[in-house]
């Protein structure tokens, strides 16, 4: 085809539209962050949107939306009476009960695409017990992928919350600089859940690390 158009995009920024050169405009995808007012074979006469003239490029990953819940890591849910690993635990009885939650959504699942309704998250709650006997309930989440994922829901999941975790005793904490980056991973991770947009304001002192290394430590979390 290669039909060239436009897409009249509003910005995230200011809100005003501009507009975008592309080749099928009609045809063409873009990710859900950009809204597309209007695809155009033709610029109408007289319209005040501006048009985009410079692409800028970069290689460091400032909107990273794509995360995986590393267990191995430094734990960020606790059991409070004996400190025992709740990622570990949560997962472990995740994969446990794998069969009856991929059956429980794939239930849901054609409920959904028949009935045409729209969820951006499936919610999994999963009861555990600690190692010392105190019990919790766990709560992962994942994206919907209608009828477009062949991985099953379990694998896909990721940890939001242990109940009964203390997350204020778990932070104040003397960590080395891995440990604070693999708990700040697993919160971006928890906040996403609920949260559009993340910002985060990294002070790094105190490190004697050099400019270069500061910033790839800030770029972790970019």
């Known amino acids: 085809m290669n039909d060239c158009g436009h897409w009249k995009v509003k910005c995230i920024q200011c ?3 501009f507009l975008v050169p592309i080749q099928n405009p009609r045809e063409s995808y873009t990710d ?13 006469t007289g319209d005040s949107a501006e048009l985009t003239t410079d692409i800028v490029l970069h290689n460091l990953q400032r909107d990273k939306t794509t995360w995986t819940y590393d267990y191995d890591a430094a734990p960020l849910y606790r059991c409070p009476l004996e400190g025992c690993n709740l990622d570990i635990s949560a997962y472990s009885q995740l994969q446990s009960v794998a069969d ?15 009935s045409h309704g729209a969820v951006d998250q499936i919610l999994v709650s999963v009861d555990i017990v600690c190692s010392c006997g105190s019990p919790h309930t766990s709560t992962f989440y994942a994206p919907t992928y209608l009828g477009a994922s062949d991985v099953p829901l379990s694998e896909r999941c990721l940890l939001a919350n242990v109940q009964g975790a203390n997350l204020e005793d778990r932070l104040n904490c003397l960590a080395s600089k891995s440990e604070v980056m693999d708990l700040l991973e697993k919160l971006v991770i928890r906040w996403q859940l609920t949260a559009d947009r993340i910002l985060l304001a990294t002070v790094i002192s105190n490190l004697k690390l050099g400019q270069k290394q500061q910033f790839e430590i800030g770029s972790q979390v970019g």
């Open 15 to 17: 809100e005003k539209p």
């Open 32 to 44: 859900k962050r950009w809204q597309i007012l209007e695809c155009l074979d033709e610029i109408p």
């Open 100 to 114: 009856q939650v991929q059956e429980a959504w794939c239930g849901a699942e054609n409920f959904l695409l028949s």
